[in-house]
């Protein structure tokens, strides 16, 4: 998992010059006026996730997974040896393979240079650019596909300052070998950047890329914690005409603080800037988890977050059109989909499903608003032609409807409308339940919980209402695997879409992180559907 920064500051801004246009020949993906443009000349604005691959070689299915998200971009994790496990010539070219084959941009990137200068364990640049020199009849001929990140967060907060001079020798070291990619460079201060080096030296480094086919990476966590910061940084450079993408970020709290992922994805769309959620799955901590235990079919909150929410990856990707995406040329709306139809209705939550769109190019997905007279509130997205809509009222009517996109951004007219009451909450069995409820982690001034809902009964319980009591006012900050209501020390959890069926001697586990003032006891009563359960060690 991507260490994160020690120390928090905050982010003065700086001035920076218009970056010069690129004055060799493009080839592949590249630098135009400041942009990431394909071989053709249109925009790419990457909308992916982080994948740790080094870690996880056999989870090979995962690039699917995420292309079946509709993400256009994938960040693939590798090793130079230095630190771990050196990925081969052959498995980076299974990996290239495996993007191209699943339509997506791969993003390769060097993690072993991490923290270099604090972390005494992290490789330099220059030893990850060897690397990258020894992968060049890989990498030969990929420049439609692969971009080159030289290493993951290349400096920690120790004399951040030294950054400039190792990067700027590596970029013109893989120039010098002939590598004609778009370079991807991370920032210092474990990638976030928060003492303002690479903002301040950007102009300097793209000016020492002959190719001017050069981008930057912010990997945005806990320092931006604030929309002022996440729009200061980013605005520093697009107003400059440099290039940058959201590398990396994060959007659960932790024990340095909480980002601001809202205005991070909300900017990173106005601004048509890229960004790349950490990560897929398989982290320490797997409060960045997207999804659990890489199924696809368990989002965690973040995950929900990223894929379905607002500026989410369902919304906003473009399919590259070196495979086929639309080109900007494309004017052409999908037709309407059918009207949704609902299924496993509980209390809090609803599954849509409608007949698919067709389009003159494709159908890029489809964004879900609940609709009240003449008034729409967007509610979900997806890349396919269902989804759990989550967080509803009990014993409430609703009305959805469902707009289809295509890659080009046209939308079709909307599908006709389709009504769901929500349960009434409570019919959760009054007997057969057990809880499990352990601290996994403490810091000061916070901590990170499990609670494991077990179901011992002979049947299905289909939708659930937690209820338990806090008594050294603890409160909940995060939630993966249920949606949080607190009132004082008392709190009620409902379940996400992923959890809320426990089969018969089946469980689901709810994660989440807190805050507390030294004295942290643990709840000791916990009730499902209002009839107490037993507790479990």
Not at 130 to 152: P, T
Request: glycine content about 12%.
């Amino acid at each position: 998992m991507t260490a994160l920064v020690t120390l928090l500051g905050l982010l003065a801004l700086g001035g920076l010059a218009p970056a010069q246009a690129a004055t060799a020949a493009a080839t592949g993906l590249h630098i135009s006026d400041g942009r990431l443009v394909e071989g053709n000349g249109n925009d790419f604005v990457m909308r992916g996730v982080n994948h740790a691959h080094t870690w996880y070689p056999g989870e090979t299915q995962s690039l699917a997974d995420i292309k079946a998200t509709g993400a256009n971009t994938v960040r693939v994790v590798l090793s130079d040896g230095f630190r771990w496990s050196k990925n081969s010539p052959a498995d980076v070219a299974a990996v290239i393979a495996q993007c191209k084959a699943n339509r997506l941009i791969c993003v390769l990137e060097v993690h072993d240079t991490t923290g270099y200068g604090e972390d005494s364990a992290a490789g330099t640049l220059d030893h990850a650019a060897e690397y990258w020199i020894s992968l060049k009849d890989v990498l030969a001929g990929q420049e439609d596909y692969v971009i080159i990140n030289i290493g993951n967060e290349p400096w920690g907060n120790t004399d951040p300052a030294g950054w400039t001079a190792p990067t700027t020798a590596a970029i013109q070291k893989l120039r010098a070998a002939g590598f004609a990619h778009t370079i991807m460079v991370d920032a210092p201060n474990w990638g976030q950047d928060w003492q303002g080096v690479m903002r301040d030296n950007a102009q300097a480094v793209y000016d020492a890329d002959t190719t001017g086919n050069l981008i930057f990476s912010i990997h945005m966590y806990s320092v931006y914690n604030t929309a002022q910061k996440v729009t200061d940084y980013l605005n520093a450079f697009v107003d400059a005409g440099l290039p940058l993408l959201i590398g990396e970020f994060g959007g659960p709290a932790d024990q340095y603080g909480d980002p601001d992922e809202d205005t991070m994805m909300a900017e990173a769309e106005r601004l048509k800037l890229g960004y790349i959620a950490w990560s897929w799955s398989g982290n320490t901590d797997p409060i960045l988890d997207l999804t659990i235990g890489f199924d696809p079919t368990q989002l965690s909150s973040w995950g929900e977050r990223i894929f379905h929410g607002a500026n989410g990856i369902a919304q906003t990707s473009r399919e590259a059109t070196v495979y086929g995406g639309a080109t900007e040329d494309d004017t052409e709306a999908p037709t309407a989909p059918g009207a949704p139809s609902a299924s496993a209705v509980t209390d809090t939550s609803a599954t849509l499903t409608w007949s698919a769109s067709s389009d003159n190019v494709a159908v890029a997905g489809y964004d879900v608003v609940r609709v009240s007279g003449t008034t729409e509130t967007p509610v979900a997205s997806s890349a396919t032609h269902t989804v759990a809509v989550t967080g509803l009222t009990a014993d409430t009517a609703y009305s959805f409807a469902v707009y289809a996109r295509d890659a080009a951004g046209n939308r079709s007219a909307r599908s006709a409308t389709t009504s769901v009451t929500t349960g009434k909450g409570g019919t959760t069995p009054a007997a057969g339940c057990s809880v499990g409820y352990r601290v996994v982690n403490t810091w000061s001034g916070g901590f990170q919980g499990e609670i494991t809902i077990r179901n011992t009964g002979t049947t299905t319980i289909d939708g659930w209402k937690l209820g338990f009591a806090f008594a050294n006012g603890q409160t909940v900050t995060n939630m993966w695997g249920g949606i949080p209501t607190q009132t004082g020390g008392s709190v009620s959890v409902a379940p996400a879409s992923y959890t809320s069926t426990i089969a018969a001697n089946g469980s689901v586990t709810v994660g989440f992180t807190g805050s507390q003032n030294g004295t942290n006891t643990a709840p000791s009563v916990f009730t499902l559907g209002g009839a107490t359960c037993a507790t479990a060690a």
